[in-house]
């Protein structure tokens, strides 16, 4: 998965070792998991050449870290011009998420 | 590494099977190692769920992706609070980018 960080949420990632990213379609602190209950645990950070990409390896919780219900974001590949889904939903995401 | 692409990166790449990227610094479009030579062949286009990010599997020219020399620009890990680089310079940028 890809997702966004601003300064907080990468000082609480690092403090709490749980990843934290910056919604920006809810413009607030995302905590990963904070719904679904799919925690990433952070096992190591990486930072790239000119420091504004971090690669964070984690430990997925519920081996779900897409809300689709899948382990990835990156389940279609592109085959003969079509996006063919190579990677199976785990869980039902109506049975993981239970908004109101 | 991560790059911006636009339509017309996106197009070319997967019309000539090498990657090619939106250079926002420079503002024009980015065929990798048009300067270094290290051009990058793409294996497998990937996109994610809400389909605005892409992942190349590429066959990296050079074995260097970086402009720093190295593999990969995720050359530094975060360790008690300190960036470690991990990764060696394989060849000296100097001797790959020859600007005038």
Redesign the interface.
């Known amino acids: 998965?890809?997702a966004w960080m601003n300064r907080e949420s990468l000082r609480e990632t690092?403090e709490t070792g749980k990843a934290v990213y910056w919604s920006r379609s809810r413009n607030k602190i995302w905590r990963k998991g904070e719904e679904s209950g799919n925690e990433q645990v952070v096992r190591?950070?990486?930072?790239?050449?000119?420091a504004d990409?971090i690669?964070l390896q984690v430990e997925q919780g519920g081996n779900i870290a897409?809300?689709?219900g899948?382990t990835s974001?990156?389940?279609?590949?592109?085959e003969d011009g079509h996006?063919i889904e190579t990677d199976p939903v785990i869980k039902d995401p109506a049975e993981i998420y239970h908004r109101e």
């Open positions: 998965m890809l690092l190591e950070v990486r930072i790239d050449c000119d990409v690669i897409c809300h689709t899948r974001c990156f389940y279609r590949v592109l996006w």
